[in-house]
């Protein structure tokens, strides 16, 4: 087993982490210690709790050097403020032996407080994006001297919008920096952002255990489209007893919503749904009675779930089939808890053939294919997303020109339209709205307010 000794730490942090009992070191600190310290842009799939936050703090603070320059080297962006406290607690627990000047700042308090700490001089600032930007705005924070950005959770920052935000700081931060990224759940949209921003990364991660639980039975449905997975959906949860405590899983929030209006026809008292644009009071209440059973059915976004430690689940549905194999490892392990038995699902159309196969390479095994059932209705409905989208130039089913609809289908109303009036203007606006011809023509004015 490996020893905190066997990592190039120096002695400050090697007694901090002494003083605070810890030995070993956990796999992704292993793994991230010698990557994050030579330097190159990193991307760390681990999940909270895997002890990530030593893993790239302690690469950073052994490579920094005292200084008393009063701008920032190390920038640490979180997506809540729950977090930026946490990290600040983390960095201040292993710089117990070393003079460094950690802040942490978020939006919802005072800024100008915040201001005055900046203006003491920091070598780490631990945000929010939101707040991080606006301090940048003011000039009161210097961002010209960071060399280390590190993005943690990014899955969820992505989730909550932050793309721009995201983007509006990396404008304003200096070219030559190293980037450094922590995501739990890898996502097409973070899959995006490293592609745009980060120059050929090392990945490390955890590797997720691509052996499934014994006591997980798995079973695949074969579905041509979104409608038809509902009504096979349907089908199935009509079976309140074998279907009594059932997570669904869906990659979008706008899926997640769009998949709830449409299972609301059906189980409306049973029914529960948890995306990031529900409100935390929302996604709590929708958990807390997913959990107690009040609720059978919860619809759920793959980073939305995490952490979600709920007990027998009975089915985990795959209402589409994930990307990322490691998604659908996560998702299946909500079920078959404690040693108890679980039945995963997953639909999947021609699209998502290849997904599968993927899944099925990292288990080494196929899950097998079941058959739709006779009396779930085919749909030939499509939705936008299902639908061809026709890219061809020469394609002779496409509407000809005169056949276009045109701008719009009703002429606008004589006081809406806009013509040239040039010079006379005046006289004609005052026709359209019968206004005074004259401003002095007080008879007029009169005869138009009695009326
Ligand atoms: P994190 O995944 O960064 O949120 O860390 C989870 C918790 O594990 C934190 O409270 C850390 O202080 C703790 N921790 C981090 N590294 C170790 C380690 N090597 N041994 C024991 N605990 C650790």
Redesign the pocket.
């Known amino acids: 087993m490996a020893h905190f000794k066997d990592l190039n730490l120096n002695t400050p942090l090697f007694n901090a982490l002494d003083d605070l009992g810890?030995t070993?070191?956990?796999p992704i600190?292993e793994q991230a210690f010698n990557v994050v310290a030579s330097g190159k842009d990193v991307v760390g799939i681990a999940q909270?709790?895997?002890?990530?936050?030593?893993a790239y703090m302690l690469p950073i603070l052994k490579n920094l050097k005292y200084s008393t320059q009063d701008n920032p080297r190390v920038l640490v962006l979180v997506p809540t403020r729950e977090l930026v406290v946490q990290v600040v607690d983390?960095i201040e627990?292993l710089s117990k032996y070393i003079n460094n000047r950690v802040l942490g700042v978020y939006g919802g308090t005072n800024i100008n407080t915040q201001k005055q700490a900046v203006a003491q001089g920091l070598d780490i600032i631990v945000a929010t994006p939101g707040r991080l930007y606006d301090l940048a705005v003011s000039r009161v924070l210097q961002l010209k001297s960071i060399q280390k950005l590190v993005i943690d959770e990014v899955d969820i920052m992505l989730d909550l919008g932050f793309r721009h935000q995201l983007i509006n700081i990396f404008d304003i931060l200096p070219q030559r920096r190293q980037n450094i990224m922590f995501s739990a759940t890898m996502t097409q949209d973070v899959d995006l952002l490293i592609n745009d921003f980060f120059k050929s990364p090392e990945r490390v991660s955890i590797a997720i255990s691509g052996t499934p639980l014994d006591n997980i039975s798995q079973q695949r449905y074969h579905v041509p489209n979104f409608y038809t997975k509902v009504n096979l959906l349907v089908h199935l949860l009509n079976d309140t007893e074998q279907y009594n405590k059932v997570l669904i899983f869906v990659a979008f929030k706008r899926m997640a919503d769009r998949l709830f209006n449409k299972l609301d026809e059906f189980f409306k008292e049973e029914l529960c749904v948890i995306h990031s644009n529900k409100t935390q009071n929302y996604r709590l209440r929708s958990i807390e009675q997913f959990r107690t059973g009040e609720n059978r059915i919860l619809i759920a976004t793959d980073v939305m779930a995490r952490g979600l430690d709920i007990d027998n689940v009975s089915h985990v549905i795959n209402f589409d089939t994930p990307d990322f194999p490691e998604n659908y490892m996560h998702r299946i392990g909500r079920t078959g808890r404690a040693e108890r038995k679980g039945e995963a699902l997953v639909f999947s159309t021609e699209k998502e053939q290849e997904a599968i196969a993927n899944i099925e390479g990292l288990m080494k095994m196929t899950i097998p294919v079941l058959e739709l059932p006779e009396t779930v209705e085919i749909s030939t409905e499509l939705i936008e997303e299902e639908r061809p989208q026709i890219k061809e130039r020469n394609n002779p089913h496409k509407r000809r020109d005169e056949d276009a609809p045109g701008p719009a289908f009703h002429e606008k109303s004589e006081k809406n339209s806009k013509e040239n009036l040039g010079g006379s203007y005046k006289f004609k606006i005052a026709a359209k709205y019968k206004k005074p011809k004259t401003r002095g023509d007080k008879n007029y004015n009169k005869r138009n307010k009695r009326k």
């Open positions: 810890y070993t070191p956990t600190q909270t709790g895997t002890g990530k936050t030593f983390e627990k």
